[in-house]
């Protein structure tokens, strides 16, 4: 692997996950639920279809050499935001604008960035052209406020942040914001923050209604080189107060012989990163599986899981996602760890019913375009995809592709 290949690797990955010396293993096995509180269904595994029509376009490329864009929000079709920091080393954030024509840089918050806090933050939510949010953490967390002219600081209630938490946020409206950061939630009523402890420790939240809020993360607490005896955690905001939803847990012990020459009996560790909220029946979270590995410590592999109103099911086929995104209809995207590489190739659309669809990719001059992709969201109301990240040859910077 070569050395910008695992930098890029490291860049993508999840506050707090750590990185590891190359991609998740193809093949690994779903794991086993064996939590009689939670499911153990696995959405039955289907061929692989593939789309018709046009692939991803590469839309932008900018010329701020050595930045990569790590979030992408949009609250409509001419309102797009996309949210960029130095690759490496420490530099200023990078903002960009659509507005149904074409990107602009537009003047971001006044942050110094340091490339060793790519993991998570910064975060960005936007609800309308005079409403979107941007959360960085450097010393100490932030949260800036675009009200249609200008970014102001608004200042965050103590939410007891230790660098490197996981952390993540999404809004609803101008007057609905939650912020989750290690087992603290925030919440923004247009006025003032109010902070509520969580059940477990969250490092993505979403949400598709003020009493569908969903945060995912784990049930042990993130460390910096990973997580440690954790269990994948899901939980919910009803409304009144934050509620434990059961999920599957995987508590097979290890087979693999250690340095005494027995097994090694230690179960997997599972931390969900990322979850999507479609609706109160429609929602996915993704995350990461570490069993132990005699040879390279632990081994890591993606999990999926998909929530159908009543309990969580294991979804098939996605032990090599490096990021991941609603699909504007119902579904999620999973972009591959190789997808990038060649002009996002093996991207996966996968539908509620567990179906998955491979996008085309790029075509003509970018067919072969190496990128690797941070983020991927869809425009609210329609199937337009946005994916953002780093592309690589002769411009080595800030790049935007589209699906539609």
């Not at 009144?240 to 290890?254: G, H, M, N």
């Not at 979850?275 to 996915?284: L, M, Q, R, S």
Request: aromatic share 8%.
């Amino acid at each position: 692997m070569s050395a910008k290949r695992l930098a890029a690797l490291c860049a993508a990955a999840v506050l707090g996950a750590g990185c590891v010396a190359a991609p998740p293993p193809r093949g690994t096995p779903a794991p086993t639920a064996t939590s009689p509180s939670a499911t153990a269904a696995t959405l039955k595994p289907s061929p692989v279809r593939t789309a018709h029509g046009r692939g991803w376009r590469l839309e932008h490329i900018g010329d701020q050499r050595g930045t990569r864009l790590n979030a992408v929000a949009a609250s409509g079709p001419r309102d797009v935001w996309a949210l960029g920091s130095p690759d490496e080393g420490t530099g200023r954030l990078l903002l960009l604008h659509f507005d149904g024509r074409r990107w602009r840089e537009r003047p971001a918050p006044e942050v110094t960035w340091d490339s060793k806090d790519h993991e998570g933050f910064p975060a960005l939510v936007a609800t309308g052209p005079r409403d979107a949010w941007i959360f960085a953490a450097t010393a100490a967390l932030a949260a800036h406020h675009w009200d249609g002219e200008r970014w102001t600081q608004v200042p965050l209630p103590d939410m007891d942040y230790n660098p490197g938490e996981w952390a993540g946020a999404t809004a609803l409206a101008p007057d609905d914001v939650w912020l989750v950061v290690g087992d603290h939630a925030a919440h923004w009523d247009g006025r003032a923050w109010t902070v509520m402890r969580l059940p477990a420790w969250a490092a993505s939240v979403s949400a598709s209604a003020p009493d569908q809020v969903w945060a995912v993360g784990g049930t042990g607490r993130p460390l910096a080189q990973g997580s440690s005896s954790s269990q994948a955690a899901t939980m919910r905001w009803d409304g009144q107060s934050w509620q434990l939803v059961p999920a599957p847990e995987d508590r097979t012990p290890s087979k693999e012989i250690n340095g005494q020459g027995r097994p090694d009996g230690s179960i997997p560790s599972i931390m969900l990163t990322q979850v999507v909220a479609h609706g109160p029946g429609n929602v996915w979270a993704l995350g990461t599986r570490e069993e132990f590995d005699y040879e390279d410590g632990s081994r890591s592999a993606t999990i999926t899981m998909h929530w159908d109103g009543t309990a969580w099911s294991w979804v098939p086929g996605s032990a090599d996602v490096s990021t991941s995104g609603s699909d504007g209809a119902d579904g999620i995207i999973l972009v591959d760890w190789d997808a990038a590489e060649s002009g996002l190739s093996g991207t996966i659309r996968v539908a509620p019913d567990g179906s998955r669809t491979e996008l085309p990719p790029m075509a003509g001059a970018n067919r072969r375009r190496e990128v690797d992709v941070s983020a991927v969201s869809a425009v609210p109301g329609t199937r337009t995809v946005y994916a953002v990240g780093l592309a690589y040859g002769k411009n080595f910077g800030p790049m935007i592709a589209r699906y539609h």
